[in-house]
């Protein structure tokens, strides 16, 4: 099978052949229809996350992945060569930018059907996220005010997104060019973040959503109401700043869950989009890592093994 890999950190990723895998007791193997490029796969490339994700090379990255069943190993129940699914890799093994790939069954969700397989990869890790701030560390709830910070993002997006599906007012942060899209997800209001500080329009907000980190942080704590809360993706939060103004600030990693991934799934069904930047191949690896890396994607980057 065709793989994108490299040799060591930094290096260039490049096309490369390998065996394809067999699916062991307790997986399936899974003809790769999308892999998404994440801001992970990237500082995993950079060499940021050795203390958490040590890569064995030659290492095939990526972690979100949507496919068809090929073959199913010993010991799988509930699953029939041909269905169409999404999942999440282990970091540490990587294995999504291939033809074919290894999943243990235990992660598997049904792929939703409102939107075209290869892209339905975009969902895994920015719905896990968002769904983990939203209803695992946070109850958001009809009525509340949510403020999310770099809300044209695709984390900050899906935020957006569930918390008015789950009847939230949702305030939210992005530049003047994307508050189209910002209202689009059904945003009540949209500030500009290059011209306009946020910290004087609001108030009494009951969550901050922060995908943006610096000075967002502790000028969020002016606009939460006593008893809010911070939830943070990109640092932990100054959680004894946080108490002394009176609120709880909390940090979210994202943790694979196929349960919660099958929420993610289930609200894509119910009209939650993800914002595509663009599918690109394998021979243009190189250039999506970097513009992934760069801060240049408006939306996700998903690799599409075939044409």
Same mark, same amino acid.
């Given at each position: 099978?065709?793989?994108?890999?490299?040799?060591?950190?930094?290096?260039?990723?490049?096309?490369?052949?390998?065996?394809?895998?067999?699916?062991?007791?307790?997986?399936?193997?899974?003809?790769?229809?999308?892999?998404?490029?994440?801001?992970? @796969?990237?500082?995993?490339?950079?060499?940021?996350?050795?203390?958490?994700?040590?890569?064995?090379?030659?290492?095939?990255?990526?972690?979100?992945?949507?496919?068809?069943?090929?073959?199913?190993?010993?010991?799988?129940?509930?699953?029939?060569? #041909?269905?169409?699914?999404?999942?999440?890799?282990?970091?540490?093994? #990587?294995?999504?930018?291939?033809?074919?790939?290894?999943?243990?069954? @235990?992660?598997?969700?049904?792929?939703?059907?409102?939107?075209?397989?290869?892209?339905?990869?975009?969902?895994?890790?920015?719905?896990?996220?968002?769904?983990?701030?939203?209803? @695992?560390?946070?109850?958001?709830?009809? #009525?509340?005010?949510?403020?999310?910070?770099?809300? &044209?993002?695709?984390?900050?997006?899906?935020?957006?997104?569930?918390?008015?599906?789950?009847?939230?007012?949702?305030? &939210?942060?992005?530049?003047?060019?994307?508050?189209?899209?910002?209202?689009?997800?059904?945003?009540?209001?949209?500030?500009?973040?290059?011209?306009?500080?946020?910290?004087?329009?609001?108030?009494?907000?009951?969550?901050?959503?922060?995908?943006?980190?610096?000075?967002?942080?502790?000028?969020?704590?002016?606009?939460?109401?006593? #008893?809010?809360?911070?939830?943070?993706?990109?640092?932990?939060?100054?959680?004894?700043?946080?108490?002394?103004?009176?609120?709880?600030?909390? %940090?979210?990693?994202?943790?694979? @869950?196929?349960?919660?991934?099958?929420?993610?799934?289930?609200?894509?069904?119910?009209?939650?989009?993800?914002?595509?930047?663009?599918?690109?191949?394998?021979?243009?690896?190189?250039?999506? %890592?970097?513009?992934?890396?760069?801060?240049?994607?408006?939306?996700?980057?998903?690799?599409?093994?075939?044409?």
């Amino acid at each position: 099978m065709k793989t994108l890999e490299y040799n060591d950190y930094g290096q260039a990723p490049a096309i490369a052949e390998r065996p394809a895998p067999q699916a062991a007791m307790g997986e399936v193997l899974v003809r790769v229809a999308g892999a998404a490029l994440n801001p992970l @796969d990237t500082k995993i490339h950079a060499g940021y996350m050795t203390d958490f994700f040590l890569a064995a090379f030659p290492y095939v990255p990526g972690t979100d992945i949507s496919g068809t069943i090929e073959a199913i190993g010993d010991g799988v129940s509930g699953w029939k060569i #041909g269905d169409e699914i999404i999942a999440r890799l282990d970091p540490s093994k #990587g294995g999504a930018f291939a033809e074919f790939a290894a999943v243990p069954a @235990d992660q598997l969700v049904r792929a939703p059907t409102s939107m075209p397989l290869a892209e339905s990869a975009g969902l895994v890790t920015i719905g896990g996220t968002a769904w983990q701030i939203l209803f @695992d560390e946070f109850a958001v709830a009809s #009525g509340q005010r949510v403020l999310v910070h770099g809300a &044209a993002g695709p984390v900050g997006a899906f935020a957006t997104q569930l918390a008015v599906q789950a009847g939230a007012e949702v305030f &939210a942060t992005a530049s003047a060019q994307d508050a189209d899209y910002v209202r689009g997800l059904g945003a009540a209001q949209v500030i500009d973040y290059r011209n306009e500080r946020f910290e004087d329009q609001l108030s009494d907000i009951d969550l901050v959503v922060d995908t943006v980190g610096g000075d967002v942080e502790e000028r969020s704590l002016k606009v939460l109401k006593q #008893g809010g809360t911070l939830i943070a993706t990109p640092v932990p939060p100054d959680a004894d700043r946080a108490r002394a103004a009176g609120v709880e600030a909390k %940090f979210v990693f994202h943790r694979s @869950d196929a349960a919660k991934l099958g929420h993610v799934a289930e609200r894509a069904d119910h009209g939650v989009k993800v914002r595509l930047d663009r599918m690109v191949r394998f021979e243009e690896g190189a250039d999506a %890592f970097a513009r992934q890396a760069g801060g240049d994607a408006k939306g996700k980057i998903i690799f599409k093994p075939r044409n």
